[in-house]
């Protein structure tokens, strides 16, 4: 299938703005939580290698065919959705260095930088020109751009009352994260492989192809991590508040 000129240029300047838009608040809030200059400078400098590092792969690799699908042939795209998902959960789970960024970040902008999901408007933008199946365009364009645009919503809401919009922020990440996982399974079942189902008048052929495949192997993952970032947050607090009222429960 003919790549509309104009993708390469939305979804690599989408990429770039969403992680220029990551580092620039990661350093934000860790001046903002009082870190020194060196661990502020340090942390920075290896998340950016980090997640530069990934996307650069996911452009190598997607400029190979490495995740392109077939109809005879097992899919491998998989492998670039949950590789960085399985590392970055079980660094959120496990790793202090990353509890202690997720201590200093604060929640209203885990929320709030995911705007950039409004960009998934692409997939009913493809839709409409005949590129991509409505089984996936619609419930993955649909979900995206509520998810993004009511991202600033939620966050300025649990900025003014974090206590009053806790259960608001839990039902945005848990909504985020069920559009993920929609519109993994219906790109799954509208692409070429062994496993396609669905969409066989209008194969989802793009979505595996370079460059519309950086959403779901570079910009899907990271949007998981943010809502497992948000609500490990959340919980953290939550646990904290019930320590605190313990406490004074223990005093009086």
């Known amino acids: 299938m003919i790549v509309p000129a104009y993708l390469p240029y939305y979804v690599l300047t989408g990429a770039v703005g969403t992680i220029a838009a990551l580092l620039f608040g990661l350093r934000s809030a860790l001046r903002n939580a009082g870190w020194t200059t060196y661990d502020r400078t340090v942390t920075v400098d290896a998340a950016a290698i980090t997640v530069i590092g990934w996307f650069l792969l996911a452009i190598a690799l997607a400029s190979a065919d490495a995740y392109r699908g077939t109809?005879?042939?097992?899919?491998?795209?998989?492998?670039?959705?949950?590789?960085?998902?399985l590392i970055g959960g079980l660094l959120i789970w496990r790793s202090p260095r990353v509890a202690r960024i997720i201590d200093a970040v604060p929640q209203h902008w885990l929320i709030g930088v995911q705007l950039y999901r409004?960009?998934?408007?692409?997939?009913?933008?493809?839709?409409?020109?005949?590129?991509?199946?409505?089984?996936?365009?619609?419930p993955a364009g649909l979900g995206d751009v509520l998810v993004g645009v009511l991202s600033p919503v939620v966050a300025i809401a649990y900025w003014r009352?974090?206590?009053?919009n806790a259960d608001l922020v839990?039902?945005?990440?848990?909504?985020?994260?069920?559009?993920?996982?929609?519109?993994?399974?219906?790109?799954?079942?509208?692409?070429p492989s062994a496993f396609q189902l669905f969409a066989f008048d209008l194969p989802n052929e793009l979505i595996s192809e370079f460059p519309l495949v950086l959403i779901p192997?570079?910009?899907?993952?990271?949007?998981?991590?943010?809502?497992?970032a948000s609500l490990t947050k959340l919980r953290r607090g939550?646990?904290?508040?019930?320590?605190?009222?313990?406490?004074?429960r223990a005093q009086a």
Request: hydrophobic content about 55%; aromatic content about 10%; glycine content about 8%.
């Open 170 to 191: 839990s039902a945005w990440n848990l909504f985020g994260l069920a559009d993920l996982v929609v519109a993994v399974t219906t790109g799954f079942l509208t692409s």
């Open 161 to 164: 009352g974090p206590r009053e």
């Open 71 to 85: 109809a005879d042939r097992i899919p491998t795209i998989q492998y670039g959705i949950l590789v960085p998902v």
């Open 238 to 248: 939550a646990l904290r508040d019930n320590d605190h009222r313990e406490i004074a």
């Open 217 to 228: 192997v570079f910009l899907v993952p990271l949007s998981v991590l943010l809502h497992l």
């Open 118 to 138: 409004a960009l998934g408007v692409i997939f009913l933008m493809l839709y409409a020109a005949g590129k991509l199946p409505g089984l996936f365009a619609w």
